[in-house]
């Protein structure tokens, strides 16, 4: 039998991150992940790795990508607006093709907002982290194991496809504890980096690792090429968990934390005899927008339940391509929603 530890979200998150073969960390403390740098201040040395505090959230990316370059797993964590800092060097990872995860743990916004949960940094991981044309891998857990899981999972997704990677908890997952496993996880072999700039000893030709392409007509090709990439992850990589979507007429989309408010409202709909169902989008990019078209042959209605005044809910209706009604049931600033917020939702919806 399997053993089973009681951990918080920010701190198993981290330990799998070790498990999965990360030896630098990077980061800067700010509300609710501060966990997660704190438990790798004091596992870092102990595995011999290396935990660095930066003196800032710009330095501590710039860092990443420095040891990204020589070819290490790598990681940094924060909270929504210590992401708006990393941005920048978000966008140079993306440029240089350099793997890397980062965590955000959302928190209410704008500006510096508050530190209770959120979902507002939809739009900020899947279409403006950073300038330019890109797209990095987003993952949502909706539990603690999750975090362990889809941890692993970034890390591999990063390595395979040469691109940035974030897990985009909430403060809720953060520092709500339950019981994980990480039996059957662990990397030892990891995946050789024939591009990085470790050196050649001379033998091989050196390698560069640049964003800097003066030249405008291969900026392009290396654009096309990496969208070429990017159309290959929307077509294998498209993740999702559809819960009594078989007979659904009405179906909920939701992520992270608010999907499991969501099922309890599902439950109590349909023992009012209500035919819910939910789809629980696990990769944010890409969007899992093959269940929902698929869905919307006999659904009736879609609702997006999220955090926020209404971000993910763009991309229900461009996957179902507007061909049902769309509604959205919210709060925000680190507000919560209740399941019989929901559920009104649900009735409203199926009249």
């Not at 690792?209 to 159309?231: G, I, K």
């Not at 969501?262 to 109590?268: G, L, S, T, V």
Request: hydrophobic residues 40%; proline residues 5%.
């Amino acid at each position: 039998m399997s053993e089973k530890f009681l951990m918080k979200g920010n701190e198993s998150l981290a330990e799998a991150a070790i498990m999965a073969g990360c030896r630098h960390f990077f980061g800067y403390p700010i509300t609710p992940q501060t966990e997660l740098a704190a438990y790798m201040s004091k596992r870092m040395p102990k595995v011999g790795g290396t935990y660095l505090q930066a003196e800032s959230e710009i330095a501590a990316i710039n860092m990443v990508i420095g040891a990204s370059s020589a070819g290490k797993r790598v990681m940094t964590s924060s909270s929504s607006p210590g992401i708006s800092l990393k941005s920048e060097g978000i966008s140079y990872l993306a440029g240089m093709d350099l793997p890397a995860l980062i965590v955000n743990i959302q928190r209410g916004g704008p500006g510096l907002g508050g530190i209770q949960p959120a979902q507002s940094d939809y739009f900020q991981a899947t279409r403006a982290n950073g300038h330019g044309d890109f797209h990095i891998l987003v993952f949502s857990p909706s539990t603690v194991q999750e975090m362990v899981s889809l941890t692993f999972d970034a890390f591999d997704l990063a390595d395979l496809y040469r691109m940035p990677a974030m897990i985009l908890g909430d403060g809720i997952l953060g520092q709500m504890m339950e019981p994980v496993e990480f039996s059957g996880h662990g990397r030892t072999d990891l995946p050789p980096k024939d591009w990085a700039a470790t050196g050649t000893g001379g033998k091989r030709k050196r390698n560069i690792v640049n964003s800097l392409y003066l030249e405008p007509d291969v900026l392009e090709r290396m654009n096309f090429a990496r969208f070429e990439r990017y159309d290959t992850i929307k077509e294998k990589e498209q993740r999702c968990e559809e819960y009594l979507t078989e007979d659904a007429d009405v179906i909920v989309v939701a992520f992270g934390a608010s999907s499991r408010i969501a099922k309890n409202a599902i439950r109590e709909a349909r023992a009012r005899g209500i035919k819910a169902g939910l789809i629980r989008p696990i990769t944010l990019w890409p969007f899992p927008e093959k269940a929902l078209k698929n869905r919307a042959k006999t659904a009736k209605a879609f609702i997006s339940a999220e955090l926020s005044m209404g971000q993910m809910i763009d991309d229900v209706k461009l996957a179902i391509e507007c061909s049902r009604p769309v509604s959205l049931v919210n709060r925000t600033g680190g507000m919560v929603f209740s399941p019989a917020e929901i559920l009104a939702g649900i009735e409203r919806a199926q009249e």
